[in-house]
């Protein structure tokens, strides 16, 4: 697969970053200000990867904000004089020092081995010349517990600017994945985070604003160059260290490791240099990184330490879809640790092969897609795999030392419900660590509490009185659904604090006739499943 060699990562010179900040954010140049000038259609379309309507959109207009969203993000040619208008203080001179722009009749492209000195002037361009965009520079927003959030992020351009597959060293920008992972991240305040294969950096930026002291790591020296420039243009102070998986951070630990690791199942033989990208391929065979890295990461958590990452794994047989991930976790709950793994979605082979050669900028109508689709499935075929999971894993080390192993627990959750998924995630991690104190005597001693989104929901057929099937529905959190007999839907139902669990699961019998010993061995176990779930809290 032929690709241009890489630009270097954008310089980190803090005049011109400075002056960066000052002009994007006089030119509004946010992403509520790109929805507004895009409209609805085109916003859609970009997402999509579709530029025509946001070109169109912006083909006659002047606002610095728009001009920059072409010059950026659209890959395209802009004269300097209209650069030098949305960037002011910067100008295009500065905007070049930085690495950020060059001139649009360049037919190669910075050998990134040899970059020009940054103390070194740039020649002034003519005021005609058009310049084009050698990074991505996109705004970003999002809100936390500590308020709004307006950053500009840079990254490589993406195959929507370029017209070309991406090249092996590609340094993302903010994608699916990325606001995946920040969804499900805590945001308790804490001491030291670490984010591993931070790419360009977003995960440790939004780190930044919870913690003390956050390391980034990345095996790419690229990616770091990002990471940097994009903690020096949004006023962050990073800890960037190079180097693969916990290598750089050996005898350290975290009270928060989060991790978007290159995850991805990619062919090891015949097509390895028409299929490998470092921000995504470890370069292990099958889903082995992930198992090494979760084997390794335990010794890394503080005591009350947790890890939030995204994952794949290969399933060979559908009924037993957890068995690599249990097999991985094994020694995490042997050392005390709890884990929750969470399967969000299930691909075939031939699915999940076309998703990332896709991904690669390679389409059906491309001569290479036989021999890459064929790559995958044969890969995927000698390890007799019949899907690939895509999930969360949770870990979290119990606060208090103890003797007891490790909780591990994993669950197929494909709904989003409303509310912080972060939060509800983190609520169950502890809920996992404080039922394992709590034997079915205390349980039925405590006044657990119905969470206030939980419904119940009665199937019946046209005119008659008695269900076919009730179910327990949850509208925060992971949208749960859990079908329930009239005994457990009448006890969850009474779960209002006033009285305890045993006494409720008493009066439920009493009026249904049902046995209490009995009740109690099939409620009992089913409340402990609703309080993991958010649904009952105690």
């Known amino acids: 697969m032929r690709t241009d060699p890489p630009t270097p990562a954008p310089r980190v010179l803090p005049a011109e970053i400075a002056a960066l900040r000052a002009d994007l954010s006089t030119a509004s140049y946010l992403t ?260 090494e890295l979760l084997r390794a990461l335990p010794a890394h958590l503080a005591p009350g330490g947790s890890a939030a990452l995204l994952g794949n794994w290969e399933i060979s047989d559908p009924d037993r879809w957890d068995a690599h991930p249990r097999v991985w976790l094994g020694t995490t709950t042997a050392d005390g640790v709890d884990a929750w793994v969470l399967e969000r979605e299930q691909e075939d082979p031939a699915q999940y092969a076309e998703t990332w050669v896709r991904d690669g900028g390679v389409t059906s109508r491309d001569p290479r897609w036989p021999a890459l689709i064929g790559a995958w499935l044969t890969d995927l075929e000698f390890r007799e795999v019949a899907a690939i999971g895509f999930g969360y894993l949770l870990l979290r080390r119990p606060e208090h030392p103890t003797s007891r192993p490790g909780v591990l627990r994993t669950q197929q959750a494909p709904g989003t419900g409303s509310g912080t998924l972060a939060v509800h995630l983190a609520a169950g991690l502890h809920a996992l660590d404080a039922l394992e104190s709590v034997d079915d005597d205390a349980l039925a001693a405590s006044r657990p509490l119905r969470a206030e989104d939980v419904v119940e929901r009665r199937h019946l057929m046209p005119g008659q009185w008695d269900p076919m099937l009730i179910e327990l529905v949850q509208g925060a959190g992971l949208a749960r659904v859990v079908r329930a007999g009239q005994l457990l839907a009448a006890t969850v139902g009474a779960l209002d604090g006033t009285l305890t669990l045993g006494q409720v699961l008493g009066a439920v019998c009493a009026l249904t006739d049902a046995d209490e010993d009995e009740a109690r061995a099939r409620v009992l176990p089913a409340v402990r499943e609703l309080i993991l779930d958010g649904m009952v809290t105690l």
């Open 32 to 291: 509520s200000t790109v929805e507004a000038l895009l409209g609805p259609v085109a916003t859609a379309a970009l997402r999509r990867e579709n530029p025509v309507p946001a070109l169109r959109r912006l083909e006659h207009r002047q606002e610095p904000a728009a001009v920059l969203l072409r010059l950026f993000t659209l890959g395209d040619d802009v004269p300097g004089e209209q650069v030098r208008e949305a960037l002011p203080t910067l100008g295009a001179e500065g905007a070049r020092r930085l690495g950020l722009v060059g001139p649009a009749d360049a037919e190669e492209t910075a050998d990134p081995a040899d970059p020009a000195d940054p103390s070194d002037p740039a020649e002034p361009a003519a005021p005609e010349e058009p310049l084009r965009a050698l990074v991505d520079l996109a705004p970003y927003s999002a809100s936390d517990d500590a308020g709004q959030i307006d950053w500009w992020i840079a990254s490589d351009l993406s195959e929507l600017a370029t017209g070309r597959p991406l090249g092996p060293e590609h340094v993302l920008g903010v994608g699916g994945a990325s606001l995946t992972l920040a969804r499900i991240t805590p945001r308790e305040k804490v001491g030291r985070v670490l984010d591993l294969g931070c790419g360009g950096g977003i995960q440790a930026l939004h780190a930044s604003r919870h913690a003390e002291h956050v390391v980034a790591t990345d095996l790419s020296a690229r990616a770091l160059g990002f990471a940097a420039f994009n903690a020096a243009l949004n006023g962050a102070d990073l800890d960037l260290r190079q180097g693969s998986l916990l290598d750089p951070v050996d005898g350290e630990t975290f009270d928060l490791i989060v991790s978007n690791p290159p995850f991805v199942i990619t062919p090891r033989a015949a097509a390895r240099e028409e299929t490998s990208w470092t921000y995504r391929d470890g370069g292990r065979a099958g889903d082995t990184l992930l198992a």
